[in-house]
């Protein structure tokens, strides 16, 4: 009887034990991924801020159109926070891709990656639109 | 539960502490795994964003679709040019899918000056010209926790006017001009200028045949002087302009003798 009694303990102390550690992991995990989703948004917010800053005069659409992919880089260089990372793909309205080398300042690769999607109307007589795909990181 | 009975027994108790052990490290590993999964790499969705930056996004785009729609009915261009691009907007923004669920929907202004969103008031002879396109808007955005109904306009307008008077030299008449640009009732500068004078109901390009000179002061303000031989009174001037965003502009003044 005493035996059996200090086996059932055991059960008890057992799944205490279970309960702890899955807890302490599980609040663990909520805790992670909302403090990386905070960052992410902010990255993502911080991004596309630079690209309206950047098309409020026109001078995103006349980077595209005239090709001048370096001057864009540079631009975005110094616009964005230092210590981010970006990746920028250019697609016209069929959805092609229009940029023909890299537009990056970094390696972007196993690194908290926030995405930005913008439409950048031209402000040319004939109407044009770009679809702007933004992918920024912060450089650790 | 004779089972478990034998194993709670004092003799089955290690089996038991196995077991729950066993259990303790599926339940670590798999949580240990979701965290992981959960903790990796999470491309953020355009909706993670504040709805205001959607909205000003947004406003960016047709802000720029009036501008092109101008820029090209100034020059030439038809002047449902506005109805037509903002169709192709809003139709580039629903198949997209852009910024998330959202209806973007528009109305051109049409009243006693604007005709299908476009005003063009350029052969008045007062010095003034206007080139302007006005369209309504309503956002209806529907996100995940928020739904907002905005509405909005936007007017594009560049003004320019102009003063001039002329003086006698000689047998020649110089033209003094002053030229101010606006877009949207603040100063801006201008891209392109060409002179023109009348002769004989004929307009003529000033150039630097008649010593046509133009100062820029670099705040929308151009200082405009050329020569002309005539024997009226008044010298019929115009000037044509393109501002930065290529909407073209034009403005006529009688320049009476100082």
């Known amino acids: 009887m005493k035996n059996q009694k200090r086996g059932q303990i055991r059960i008890i102390e057992a799944f205490l034990a279970v309960l702890i550690v899955f807890s302490s992991l ?29 098309d409020s005069d026109g001078s995103l659409s006349d980077y595209i159109e005239t090709g001048n992919w370096s001057g864009l880089r540079e631009t975005l260089n110094l616009l964005l926070p230092e210590g981010v990372s970006f990746n920028l793909t250019v697609y016209d309205g069929d959805m092609q891709q229009i940029n023909n080398e890299a537009i990056t300042n970094g390696n972007l690769d196993s690194q908290e990656v926030a995405s930005v999607k913008y439409v950048c109307v031209s402000q040319n007589p004939n109407f044009k639109y770009y679809v702007i795909y933004l992918r920024l990181a912060v450089v650790k | 539960m004779k089972g478990l009975k034998k194993l709670a027994g004092a003799k089955s108790s290690g089996q038991l502490l196995i077991v729950v052990a066993l259990a303790i490290a599926i339940l670590i590993s798999t949580t240990t795994a979701y965290v992981y999964e959960v903790s990796r790499e999470k491309p953020s969705s355009t909706q993670d964003y504040p709805i205001a930056e959607l909205i000003q996004a947004v406003k960016q785009g047709s802000r720029n679709a009036v501008i092109s729609a101008l820029a090209n009915a100034s020059t030439g261009g038809e002047k449902r040019a506005l109805a037509l691009n903002l169709d192709r ?14 209806y973007l929907s528009y109305n051109v202004l049409n009243d006693s000056r604007y005709v299908n969103g476009v005003l063009l008031s350029w052969e008045d002879t007062d010095g003034l010209g206007v080139s302007s396109a006005y369209a309504n808007f309503t956002l209806k955005f529907s996100g995940l926790t928020e739904k ?54 004929r307009w003529v390009p000033a150039n630097s045949s008649n010593n046509l000179s133009i100062t820029d002061y670099g705040n929308g303000i151009y200082a405009i002087s050329f020569t002309i031989s005539t024997e009226s009174d008044a010298v019929q001037a115009s000037i044509h302009v393109y501002d930065l965003r290529g909407i073209f502009v034009k403005a006529n003044v009688a320049c009476n003798q100082a």
């Not at chain 2, 020649?172 to 877009?183: A, R």
């Open chain 1, 26 to 54: 599980a609040i663990s995990a909520s805790l992670t991924t909302e403090r990386k989703t905070t960052e992410s948004s902010d990255l993502a917010s911080i991004g596309l801020q630079a690209l309206m800053k950047l």
């Open chain 2, 89 to 102: 907007l809003v139709q580039a923004y629903k198949s997209l899918n852009v910024y998330g669920l959202y």
């Open chain 2, 148 to 201: 907002t109904t905005l509405s909005y306009a936007i007017n594009i307008t560049t003004t320019i006017t102009l003063e001039g008077h002329c003086t006698l030299n000689g047998s020649e008449k110089i033209v003094n001009l002053t030229c101010q640009v606006f877009n949207e009732g603040k100063t801006a500068l201008a891209k392109n200028i060409t002179v023109y004078y009348e002769v004989n109901g």
